[in-house]
């Protein structure tokens, strides 16, 4: 009788994951280390209506990805490959940008675990702290100088406890917890990216249309470097071509007696550079603007004829007070 409920419930999820590939384009594969039943029934929560997350073995998503591929469904060999390990499906039609900064902001404070890899550095800062003196021989075992005061232990250098990527040991995991200390965030790692037949690195989503545009850009300016060294057109190093001919026949122009109607301003200039000059105002035309103004130009004045008149200089006199 159990084994027929088991039956059954296989058979349910097989369908329903069926239905969730007819009904979807788009889908994350996503990790799920560390992460609770609790955690992920939230995270089901937030995403509701927008995504639905699929958990399931292995091995019967892998059958029922074959039986799909085999109904003419051939892009999803991608999915099928990469169903390895603890991972689940999030099913979207939504923008995947959008959809994967939702999925990875649902993290949730742990508590490091004996045997788990270090997610970051977790340092141990030098102050007062809420354990008892009889852990003062647990921490010179961890190599942590302390001292008791006020009743307490009192940590008195920052301690680097744990490294990124290493393994968490017992003692490390067991004071951590006695500290109260959650150094680590666990959720959803979003690892594959999935869209109408593509699979792609979560990083790809990163990638904006300006930085489309300017590395489009560049190539197109090496594209025209080489074909104008080696004297080879393109459609990217015509315009190029022709902006340095053109500057060569300038230069023909302004050196020679030839001359084009391009050529004309320059040459004229050459020839009279003067010509171009711009007229500087009239001293005496005063701007419109009333009393202002006109006193501007009085006081002007007078500085003028002070530093006309005989004896005037840098310091106003004639030196009689030197």
Known sequence: ?????????????????????????????????????????????????EAVIYCGKNTQM?????????????????????????????????????????????KMPAAARAGALAQSDVIIPAGPTSLEPTMTAFLQALN???????????????????????????????????????????????????????????????ISKSDIIARFHQGAKNVAAVSIELSMPTAVSVPYSLLMAFSNLLAVAAETDFTFKQAEEIKAYLADPSAFACAAPAAGAAPAGGAAPAAAAKKSSSDDDDAGAPGGGLFGDDGDDY
């Open 1 to 49: 009788m159990a084994s027929k409920k088991v039956r059954a419930r296989k058979e349910e999820l097989a369908e329903q994951l069926e239905e969730l590939f007819d009904t979807y384009s788009k889908l994350f594969v996503v990790g799920v280390d560390n992460v609770s039943s609790n955690q992920l029934h939230e995270i089901r929560k937030d995403l509701r209506g």
């Open 62 to 106: 892998r059958r029922v990805i074959r039986k799909l591929e085999e109904q003419g469904k051939e892009e999803l060999e991608k999915i099928r490959a990469v169903c390895k390990l603890n991972i689940a499906l999030v099913f979207t039609n939504g923008d995947l940008k959008e959809m994967c900064e939702k999925i990875q902001e649902n």
């Open 144 to 206: 942590i100088s302390s001292k008791i005061s006020k009743g307490n232990i009192e940590i008195l250098n920052e301690t680097h406890l744990l490294h990124k990527g290493e393994k968490v040991d017992a003692s490390s995991a067991a004071l951590l917890q006695k500290m109260d200390i959650l150094p680590f965030a666990y959720g959803l790692e979003v690892q594959h990216v999935y869209d109408n037949g593509a699979i792609f690195a979560p990083e790809v989503l990163d």
